[in-house]
């Protein structure tokens, strides 16, 4: 049987499979996504302002990761972000991410002395007092439940080097 110069796999795309997606990447380049920034930084495959509607078909993303990102968004921008996010998102699809637990944040703080105490208040403001809000396990739930997620966790993330508790977030698209 000859093959033609396109070797297509599928007539059209797999139920339940779709395009991946890597929201706000700076250095960290994900294989197997597209590896989505607002400038050109290491793991950059893609330009594009996240808090504008994304450039991408509905239901067309099976996963949606953006770590370290929701926080530096005002509740009004989040709102909307997260209701693209639903639109891009395929039947089964999710999104996962990653950001500080405020409410274990501000009890870290308070137990804290010394150098810890100022290197945790960065996390509340952000490096450059760039974040916007501070979410808990219970309003991050609430957000993406407002937007028509379901199934959502969210539980502790290992904390990184410089000890600011931080969650990870998985909610679906049912």
């Known amino acids: 049987m000859e093959q033609t110069p396109l070797d297509y796999k599928h007539y059209m795309r797999p139920e339940g499979r779709g395009i991946k997606l890597h929201l706000g990447c700076g ?11 607002q400038g050109i930084i290491g793991g950059t495959d893609m330009i594009v302002d996240i808090s504008k509607e994304l450039p991408f078909q509905d239901n067309v993303a099976e996963v ?3 770590h370290d990102v929701i926080e530096h968004f005002t509740q009004v921008g989040i709102e909307a972000m997260v209701q693209d996010w639903y639109r891009i998102l ?7 991410g990653t950001l500080p637990e405020f409410e274990e944040l501000t009890k870290a703080y308070i137990a804290a002395t010394g150098e810890e105490k100022e290197l945790l208040k960065r996390h ?3 490096i450059e007092n760039d974040h916007k809000w501070g979410y808990t396990y219970e309003s991050i739930k609430e957000l993406f439940s407002k937007h028509g997620f379901q199934d959502i ?7 990184n080097k410089d000890s600011c508790p931080r969650m ?3 909610a679906w698209k049912r």
Do not use: M, Q
Not at 27 to 37: C, E, K, P, S, T
Not at 153 to 159: A, D, K, P, Y
């Open 90 to 96: 395929i039947k089964g699809g999710r999104v996962v």
């Open 27 to 37: 250095d960290w380049w994900f294989d197997g996504y597209i590896n989505i920034d």
């Open 153 to 159: 966790e969210s539980r502790l993330f290992e904390t």
């Open 168 to 170: 990870e977030v998985i």
């Open 64 to 66: 949606i990761e953006s």
């Open 124 to 126: 509340v403001y952000g």
